[in-house]
């Protein structure tokens, strides 16, 4: 018998069939890769950067043909870190490939020579190096490249939140790395990342190496129709049901963020029972169970922004989304001290990725933040947010 899974997957690999649209990004994903391009991914946070990339790993002709890599380098600081993880990871990549590959692996990283060990056991090199093991990081980062270059199949790498490279400390990353990029001719690279400006300016703007060098593929949000069946027909396979204006009203409140639909509808099967009817009643109670389930994290969250950027955050908030945020009228409805104090703290928290601009218009990142800090401080009820 199937085991019976809650369909609204929030966290690791997603089956197929759990996997909701995504069908035209995949195939130009797909396409930008075996015809041989490399591809700039680009979305707001939690849309489904990482889920859409390892969908398509598993898909053909990816699956059967390129050896892929992925590494999410959102917490390196350096091109050290960078090169110690890229290493890690394709290190990890090919272990299921067997001995032959591992060797040639160690043998081409000259200069971590002798660092490798060996099981004694399975007489397979180990990755148990350390972060200090990489003392020249442009060389080992060189003969990582090499390696991807011999492999015996060709290779797909994705960097996932790419733009971190922006903030290592040394000079030139960003033309060092394309350098290899472009000289690689059996791998071709995604790079993935949400914050817009630093990726748009590294790749869109001519004055830097990256200008021109990849397609551009923009994940929007899931169709609402699209989503509104998923839901609906999943429900339905679990004996539940849902109407489609519910789920409808749940997406706008989220704006289609995918996490945020997810973690709601995974929380909301999880308390209807077999044979029942969704109301909206329910849902409300779904929402406050997700974000009872964060507060703490919220609260520390909140407690790490300096009260004077505060106003502006409880503010953009209670907008959902917030548009001439200096505007005389802003500052004024939303009792904020000047324009000039508003602009800072702006500045402040997209830099922090707190909110985001798009379309020149402010929203807080994470969802079930905004709504926590409305539940707090009672600036908007949920109910009529829903049916907003
Ligand atoms: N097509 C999809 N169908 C169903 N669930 C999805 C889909 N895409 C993503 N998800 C779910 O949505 C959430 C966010 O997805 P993912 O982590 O891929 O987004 P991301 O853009 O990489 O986010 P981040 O900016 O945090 O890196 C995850 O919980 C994932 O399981
Ligand atoms: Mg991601």
Redesign the pocket.
């Known amino acids: 018998m199937k085991k019976i899974i809650n369909p609204f997957?929030?966290?690791g690999k997603?089956e197929p069939e759990?996997?909701?649209?995504?069908v035209s990004e995949s195939a130009s994903l797909i396409k930008s890769l075996t015809n041989g391009n490399n591809l700039v991914l680009i979305?707001?946070?939690?849309?489904?950067?990482?889920?859409?990339i390892n969908?398509c790993y598993d898909k053909e002709p990816i699956f059967n043909n390129y050896h892929t890599i992925f590494i999410d380098i959102l917490h390196t600081t350096s091109l050290r870190e960078f090169t110690f993880l890229f290493g890690k990871s394709i290190f990890e990549a090919i272990l299921p490939f067997g001995q032959k590959m591992l060797t040639s692996f160690v043998h081409t990283l000259k200069s971590l020579s002798g660092k490798f060990s060996i099981d004694l056991v399975t007489n397979m090199p180990t990755f148990n190096l350390e972060l200090g093991d990489i003392t020249r990081p442009a060389m080992t980062l060189e003969e990582i490249f090499t390696y991807l270059e011999n492999a015996d199949k060709p290779c797909i790498v994705a960097f996932?939140?790419f733009q971190q490279i922006a903030n290592y400390p040394e000079k030139n990353i960003e033309a060092l790395l394309r350098t290899h990029v472009q000289q690689a001719s059996n791998t071709h690279f995604i790079f993935?990342g949400?914050e817009y400006h630093i990726m748009q300016k590294m790749f869109m703007s001519s004055a830097r190496p990256f200008y021109n060098s990849a397609d551009t593929l923009e994940?929007k949000a899931?169709d609402i129709d699209v989503y509104a069946r998923f839901v609906i027909d999943h429900m339905n396979r679990g004996k539940r049901t849902i109407s489609e204006e519910l789920v409808k009203e749940v997406y706008r409140l989220y704006s289609g963020n995918?996490?945020a639909m997810?973690?709601t509808f995974n929380e909301l099967y999880s308390i209807t029972r077999e044979g029942s009817d969704v109301t909206i009643d329910m849902v409300i109670t779904a929402i406050n169970n997700v974000i009872n389930s964060k507060e703490p994290m919220l609260r520390e969250q909140l407690s790490n922004i300096p009260d004077k950027h505060k106003p502006l955050l409880y503010a953009i908030a209670q907008e959902g989304e917030a548009e001439r945020i200096t505007s005389a009228k802003f500052v004024k409805d939303h009792k904020l001290a000047s324009a000039s104090a508003v602009q800072y703290a702006a500045a402040q928290l997209l830099t922090k990725g707190i909110i985001t601009k798009l379309a020149g218009k402010y929203s807080i990142n994470d969802p079930f933040f905004a709504l926590w800090i409305n539940r707090l401080y009672g600036s908007a009820n949920l109910l009529q947010q829903l049916k907003g």
């Open positions: 997957i929030v966290s997603i759990y996997f909701c649209d995504r979305s707001p946070r939690r849309m489904g950067k990482t889920g859409l969908y996932d939140e993935a949400s994940l899931i995918t996490y997810q973690k």
